[in-house]
């Protein structure tokens, strides 16, 4: 089994930067990739990022050069660097890890950009 644990969400103000981290663990055979979706309020989840085992890089329109995905594979992380941050990318974040069984979530993530 393999778990997802989030790490980074909080309040910020239009224009500032938040890091989210996810963690995974558990028999983990094989990453196809990782990365992060997003929820909002009354929407759909949406792709935000993706980081294939390649290291190629897949980013919602919405966000690219602001958001930067990245990985630490000692550590089973990946990361999100979000920056110059607005009121609507405020949604709960959720982490995914594509594996040879399938796929895992976290549990989300909480981003509010408010002032």
């Known amino acids: 089994q393999v778990q997802l644990v989030e790490s980074g969400g909080g309040l910020v103000q239009p224009g500032g930067s938040l890091r989210l981290a996810c963690a995974a663990s558990g028999s983990i055979s094989r990453i196809y990739g990782m990365g992060w979706h997003r929820q909002a309020p009354g929407k759909e989840r949406e792709l935000v990022a993706a980081?294939?085992?390649?290291?190629?890089?897949n980013y919602a329109d919405s966000v690219k050069g602001r958001f930067t995905i990245s990985r630490d594979n000692a550590k089973n992380t990946v990361y999100l660097q979000m920056n110059s941050l607005k009121p609507e990318d405020t949604a709960v974040y959720y982490c995914f890890l594509v594996h040879p069984r399938g796929s895992s979530w976290g549990q989300g993530t909480q981003v509010t950009v408010s002032s």
């Open positions: 980081l294939t085992s390649g290291s190629s890089t």
